[in-house]
């Protein structure tokens, strides 16, 4: 079983910057498309963007122009770079490996992006 490991949450202001790292155990994750989605209090989980194991990206209309998802296939780990952070991009963020565009691995702890002034 893959496990999933994220961190780069922290507290930003609004437009400010971070970027998040997902690591994953075995080796698999070369194989996989990625994923990173997002939960806010009370809300479901929503897709923010993929990338496939090409490399081709795909975003969420939110993310489109802000956020750029990249991979690396030697360290098994998938970015999330975010910029020009809004107060709605506040959640906890988690990554997953995609097929037919499910997750398909358990879910890790997320890590924790708060926007606020």
């Known amino acids: 079983q893959v496990q999933l490991v994220e961190s780069g949450g922290g507290l930003v202001q609004p437009g400010g910057s971070l970027r998040l790292s997902c690591t994953a155990s075995?080796?698999?994750?070369?194989?996989?498309?990625a994923a990173w989605y997002r939960q806010a209090p009370g809300k479901q989980r929503d897709l923010v963007a993929t990338?496939?194991?090409?490399?081709?990206?795909k975003y969420a209309d939110s993310a489109k122009g802000r956020f750029t998802i990249a991979r690396d296939n030697d360290k098994n780990t998938v970015y999330l770079q975010m910029n020009s952070l809004k107060l709605k991009d506040t959640a906890d963020y988690y990554c997953?490996?995609?097929?037919?565009?499910?997750?398909?691995?358990?879910w890790g702890q997320g890590t924790q992006v708060t926007v606020s002034s």
């Open positions: 997953n490996l995609n097929a037919l565009g499910r997750p398909v691995s358990s």
């Open positions: 990338i496939s194991n090409s490399g081709t990206t």
């Open positions: 075995g080796g698999i994750f070369r194989i996989y498309a």
